[in-house]
């Protein structure tokens, strides 16, 4: 049940590898980015037994016993890690601006038009890795 409660928090990738953007043209990357990392961790650890209590201590913990080789784990660490800087940048930035008197509320979406190229691929990646990490799931509990 918790596999398939996961499973709705798609990452934002269309058919031809671009963003789907949502309102305003931006993405929610928590929700759709950084969510389905932290549930299948959870998923992962709770089906191994691993005792740890963060996302990137679950992953690593339950990646033998799940017989997923270390540098796919990795990647999807990298990827959980990068959304996760992403997030952090876009909250200090939106700190920033309203310590400029520019009224914005902090929030986690943003719009990929604004990133650089770099960042823009680098995310794309990432969101194919949690593409990989939900069709783990879907493998493992036939989903």
């Known amino acids: 049940q918790m596999a398939a409660t996961a499973l709705p928090n798609r990452p934002p990738l269309g058919v031809v590898r671009d963003f789907v953007v949502g309102k305003g043209n931006t993405l929610a990357l928590k929700m759709n980015g950084v969510t389905p990392f932290v549930d299948a961790a959870r998923i992962f650890s709770l089906a191994t037994g691993a005792g740890k209590t963060n996302t990137v201590q679950r992953l690593r913990a339950s990646a033998a016993a799940l017989r997923v080789p270390a540098s796919e784990v990795e990647a999807w660490i990298n990827a959980f890690l990068f959304i996760q800087m992403l997030r952090l940048r876009h909250h200090y930035e939106a700190i920033a ?10 929030d986690n979406r943003i719009d990929p038009a604004q990133l650089n190229e770099l960042d823009r691929r680098i995310l794309k990646e990432a969101f194919r890795q949690a593409r990989k990490v939900q ?9």
């Open 97 to 106: 601006q309203q310590e400029a008197g520019i009224a914005e509320e902090l």
């Open 135 to 143: 069709a783990k799931l879907v493998l493992d509990y036939q989903l």
